[in-house]
Nanobody, 113 residues
């Protein structure tokens, strides 16, 4: 059974930092590409960042230079380091085996001014 569990969300001030984690189970983690997506109220879910099994990364233009996706295959975990956050980063953040129908439950990130 595939399971993805996100953690690390919360309330942060604009300009601050936050690190999200996503622990995966039920898959051979090391061979799968992974991604973080987000969905703000009233908006469609959007791809934030992805990382291949080999460690190549890709980012949405809105987060380039501020967010970093990484993975630890020994821990079956993918991370999203969020720096210099902005109020527009407020959303529920979801982990995903990319691409696939498997999603985590999401973790709320709220950036205050």
């Amino acid at each position: 059974q595939v399971r993805l569990v996100e953690s690390g969300g919360g309330l942060v001030q604009a300009g601050g930092s936050l690190r999200l984690s996503c622990a995966a189970s039920g898959i051979i983690f090391s061979i799968n590409a992974m991604a973080w997506h987000r969905q703000a109220p009233g908006k469609q879910r959007e791809l934030v960042a992805s990382i291949t099994s080999g460690g190549s990364t890709n980012y949405a233009d809105s987060v380039k230079g501020r967010f970093t996706i990484s993975r630890d295959n020994a821990k079956n975990t993918v991370y999203l380091q969020m720096n210099a956050v902005k109020p527009d980063d407020t959303a529920v953040y979801y982990c995903n085996i990319y691409p696939s129908p498997y999603w985590g439950q999401g973790t709320q990130v709220t950036v205050s001014t």
